[in-house]
Each structure stands twice: as C-alpha cells, then as structure tokens.
C-alpha cells in the first residue's frame, strides 16, 4: 500500500498524538507528495464536516513546474499594488512561490444557501485545509498553512483561474521536511467551561 510506504511517516500508538505534536514546518524540501499519494491525501481531507455536503472548496495543486509562473504572478502583483517596489524586492516576493516544492491551494467555493449560511461553508472549507495538513504529517512530510494579499490581487486570481465569489482558504505549502523539528507546543489548559 504506497501510503504505508513512506519514509518518516509517525507510527502511531497515541492517537492523539497527530492532533498535539503536529507543527507547522517553514522549511522544506523535495520531494512532495507524488500525485497518487496527493490523492489520497486531499481525498481524506475532503471527509471534513460539511453541512448540506455542500463541498464549498476546491484544490488547486502547484508543482515543481508550475511555480515559477505562480511566482511571477506574485511579483506582477506587488508591482502593481506597490509601483515604486524595486526589483530586488519583487524578486523576494517572487520567490516565495518557491518555500516549498508544492503547494496546494484550498479554494472556498462558498455560495448563498438557504440552510448553510456562508460562514458554515468557510467553516468547512478551513477544516478541509486543516485536514490537509495534518494529513500531510500523518504520512511523514511537513506542511504549512499560509494566507496573505496575494489571494485578493487581482494578477495572481487571474492566473489561479479563481472566479467571482471563490476565495482562497489556504496556501498549503507542502514538501519534506528540512531541518530540526520543532518541540511540540507545550501543553496548555484548554479554555473550558463545563454549563452547570
Ligand atoms: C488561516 C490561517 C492563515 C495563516 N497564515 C499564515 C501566514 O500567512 N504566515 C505564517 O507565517 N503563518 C500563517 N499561519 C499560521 C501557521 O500556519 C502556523 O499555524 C503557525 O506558524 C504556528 O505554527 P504551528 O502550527 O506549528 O503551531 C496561518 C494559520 C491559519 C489558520
């Protein structure tokens, strides 16, 4: 079974330990997950709760070849926003279409509903995303969720082909991990109030 296969995936004989120990990983490395492994990931993040099972979301998936062009739609963006930026500082921003060697883009689908208002759909779509990454580190490679103006610049939807009414949920930059993990974080109380 490939996912069974895949080096540095966690064995498991806490369950909850996916849910505490999991962090996000800024630094990472080839290879990402490849395409069957990535379907199946993003299929069990698709089992989300949902109400209406709507499935307000969709995945936009950046490989190694697409991002420099997704790149290039981020610097055409910030010259745009900021027309006195310097080219150093659209080569920054260019570059971090590549932190990662993929990147998987959750896109709320939300629409009006009668029974499912839109905060639900994002709801759902957030924790597409967070299933995602979690199911990322579950099979051993690191994940981060990110976001940023970049969803809103025009250039960049254009070149994502979102349409009107799509947004995006999640910049989940996907690879293995690089470098020392980080500690887990430590343990707090959760905010908890039992209603007597
Ligand atoms: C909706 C959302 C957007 C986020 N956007 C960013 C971001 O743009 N940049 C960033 O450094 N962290 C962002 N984060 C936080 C990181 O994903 C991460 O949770 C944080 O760095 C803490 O690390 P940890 O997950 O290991 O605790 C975002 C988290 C969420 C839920």
Redesign the pocket.
């Known amino acids: 079974m490939v996912l069974g296969n895949i080096p540095g995936a966690p064995v498991v004989d806490d369950p909850l330990a996916l849910l505490r120990d999991r962090?996000?990983r800024p630094a990472l490395t080839a290879p990402a997950p490849d395409r069957d492994v990535l379907r199946h990931l993003l299929t069990a993040a698709c089992s989300a709760p949902d109400h209406g099972r709507l499935r307000p979301w969709r995945f936009i998936v950046v490989d190694d070849a697409a991002r420099g062009s997704l790149g290039d739609s981020f610097a055409a963006a910030h010259a745009e926003r900021d027309p006195s930026a310097d080219p150093a500082e659209l080569d920054r921003t260019r570059a971090k279409a590549l932190r990662a060697p993929m990147i998987v883009i959750v896109v709320g689908t939300t629409r009006p509903h009668p029974k499912v208002p839109e905060w639900e759909q994002r709801a759902a779509a957030a924790c597409v995303a967070h299933g995602v990454v979690l199911g990322a580190h579950a099979l051993g490679f690191g994940a981060?969720?990110?976001?940023?103006w970049f969803g809103e610049a025009p250039k960049v939807r254009a070149h994502l082909g979102l349409a009107d009414g799509e947004e995006v949920t999640?910049w989940i930059y996907l690879g293995t991990p690089a470098g020392a993990a980080?500690a887990p974080?430590p343990a707090t109380e959760p905010p908890v109030t039992w209603l007597g």
């Not at 981060?144 to 940023?148: E, S, Y």
């Open positions: 962090r996000s981060m969720w990110r976001t940023g999640g980080p974080r």
